[in-house]
């Protein structure tokens, strides 16, 4: 009798639905409390179940009997998980430095899908039956869309964008997600009375905030030169986003062919594997004192080898006395003056103990010890 009461949601008593089943002639023997045996005459073949039971139960007793009550349930509220967080942090962040975001179609041409497939050399999916030829392929990258509708705006006198799109890459036997940025034109400077065309520099800046949102340090990826060929892309003018030999992305200025087939003046790009990077395991943020004594700065140039990457530097001058806290870049120059295949580097060295304020000759042993240093290693030379 529960079974029925439970199935009907009513409350009738076992002596009622005894009744009920009495009266149509079916044979009722009590089992246990609660529990009946119920022998249906062989003339009513309406009846082949306990469904059949109830609906006979509740329709002699009344439907009237079946009260309206909401179902109940446990509803369990979750917050984002760490990477859905990450990710809306990160657009978050380019919005706030001025990106506009943007939304392409997936869908791309046989020419658009076959540039900038840096990042995923595999296949893409072809569509059987496309409604048209521009809609063909599942794209791999990001870049041409972006492009196409930077060129497309340009071509109305909007000639000065940058924009973002992030957005899921499908290809056989990778799902994954991707950041895509474009910078064209110029960049508009206090408040638009100067402008200056978009570089290299102002993408790399973009790519350092974003890994300092991710908590990702400079010694958990380098910036690498250009060996993924192809022609969308200066050769100079690009590099490689890598933590070891994992390509995580990569950033340049467009090849003057490349720039001539969009209609653009010029235009740097990013594309990140935002699926690979969301993915790294990273360390909470650790708060420390502000130091007690003051910083001493010191600039040095230096004569080296063009192929010397500050990175390089910076990462030897960081490693090798703890009082230097940080290494910044003022200057490059390759000229006049300057032997081929040199150039001069000035950098900016912050000294910095924690626990006392330095004096001048512990501070110019610092600089001695750098000096000696980058001499040893990379043959470098104070410029005169």
Known sequence: MDYLN?????????EEIQAVLKRDHL?????????????????????????????????????ENVHSILPTSELTLTGLSEKQSNRLSIRHYLHGIGLDEFLTYTLVNADLDSRFSYLEKGPSYRLKNPMTN????????????????????????????????????????????????????????????????????????????????????????????????GNELH??????????????????????????RTGLKNAVVMELDLGA???LRTSPIKASIP???????????FVLDQKVSYEEIAKALSHSDPLIKAVRVFDVYAGE???????????TLQIQSEEKTLKDEEVAAVVAKAISLLKAQFGAEIRQ
């Open 134 to 229: 521009d809609h063909e392929f599942v794209r791999r990258s990001l870049i041409p869309s972006l492009l196409s509708a930077v060129s497309y705006n340009a071509d109305r006198q909007e000639k000065n964008l940058a924009c973002f799109e992030v957005s899921d890459i499908d290809a056989p036997g990778v799902q994954t997600s991707h950041l895509g940025l474009v910078l064209a034109g110029e960049e508009p400077l206090q408040g638009s009375l100067k402008k200056k065309p978009y570089d290299f520099y102002d993408v790399k800046g973009i790519l350092e905030g974003i890994m300092a949102l991710l908590n990702l340090g400079t010694n958990r990826y380098q910036l690498v030169g250009w060996s993924l060929g």
């Open 291 to 301: 130091p007690r004594f003051p910083s001493v700065s010191r600039d040095l140039a």
């Open 235 to 260: 050769p100079g003018k690009s590099a490689e986003v890598r933590m070891g030999k994992k390509l995580l992305g990569y950033l340049g200025e467009l090849h003057p062919n490349e720039l001539k």
């Open 277 to 279: 990077l969301l993915d």
């Open 6 to 14: 439970g199935r009907l949601g009513t409350s009738f008593s076992d």
């Open 337 to 347: 003056n300057i032997a081929a295949g040199k150039k001069s580097l000035a950098l």
């Open 27 to 63: 044979q009722v023997t009590a089992v246990k409390p609660g529990q009946y045996h119920v022998v249906v005459p062989s003339y009513r073949i309406d009846m082949d179940g306990e469904a059949d039971l109830s609906e006979e139960v509740i329709r002699i007793l009344g439907y």
